[in-house]
């Protein structure tokens, strides 16, 4: 079946300019995850959608960072004001909820940022 | 702080040669970990995941736990270049089952 998609793959702005960047889960993955990796580090949690539950957005480092996840499928995360650290790749991911809380996560290709 | 950590490497093998990629986690309520490959410029790809004690095979990958250690391992056996990646463990924070907690990942060079 399908897996994790992101929109776009890649991404150019001016600092100070707000992105938005789209994710599309799994089809009946119940969980997404955003994440964002910067060249040659590891993967830094920025937020979680879990069903209808109140997202976990204690990862995102401001308040320029927002995300929603609309009718428990796609998700925007939205990234305001710019700046040239923000520049990364932005990874998100979805699983299932498993009885046993299991949480094998699949990926999307990503989507790299970068601020000029 | 709950962590989980790897050695950063480059890890280096011969093509055909066992790899063996290690991992050891703090949380002690952890129940269930995660190997992933990643490979440079692509997002990391599940290859494994262990729930209880002991060893789990599939094809050329073994991942193996010991809870009492807060260990776990990940195996390659004949290693192909296609191998070389960096190599993600994860597992998950005990009192979030739905939250991972990432280690830094081991970089794999399988050399022809």
């Known amino acids: 079946g399908a897996g994790v998609s992101q929109s776009p793959s890649n991404k150019v702005t001016e600092k100070g300019k707000d992105v938005e960047l789209r994710c599309d889960p799994i089809?009946?993955?119940?969980?997404l995850y955003w994440y964002r990796q910067s060249l040659g580090q590891g993967l830094e949690f920025l937020i979680y959608?879990?069903?209808?539950?109140?997202?976990?957005k204690s990862g995102l480092p401001s308040d320029r960072f927002s995300a929603e996840r609309t009718g428990g499928s796609v998700s925007t995360l939205t990234i305001q004001r710019t700046q040239q650290e923000d520049s990364a790749v932005y990874l998100c991911?979805?699983?299932?909820?498993?009885?046993?809380?299991?949480?094998?996560?699949?990926f999307g290709p990503g989507t790299r940022l970068t601020v000029t | 702080q709950k962590e989980v950590e790897q050695n950063s490497g480059p890890l280096s093998v011969p093509e055909g040669a066992i790899a063996s990629l290690n991992c050891t986690y703090s949380d002690r309520g952890s129940q269930s970990f995660f190997w992933y490959r990643q490979y440079s410029g692509k997002s990391p790809e599940l290859i494994m995941s262990?729930?209880s004690n002991g060893d789990k095979e599939d094809g050329r990958f073994t991942a193996q736990l010991n809870k009492a250690s807060q260990y776990v391992s990940l195996l390659i056996r004949d290693s192909q270049p296609s191998d070389s990646a960096t190599y993600l463990c994860?597992?998950?924070?005990?009192?979030?089952?739905?939250?991972?907690?990432w280690g830094l990942g081991t970089s794999l060079a399988v050399n022809p």
């Open positions: 959608f879990q069903g209808n539950s109140a997202p976990d």
């Open positions: 262990i729930y």
């Open positions: 089809s009946g993955h119940t969980a």
């Open positions: 994860a597992a998950p924070n005990a009192g979030n089952n739905r939250k991972l907690i």
């Open positions: 991911a979805s699983s299932l909820t498993g009885a046993k809380g299991l949480v094998e996560q699949y």
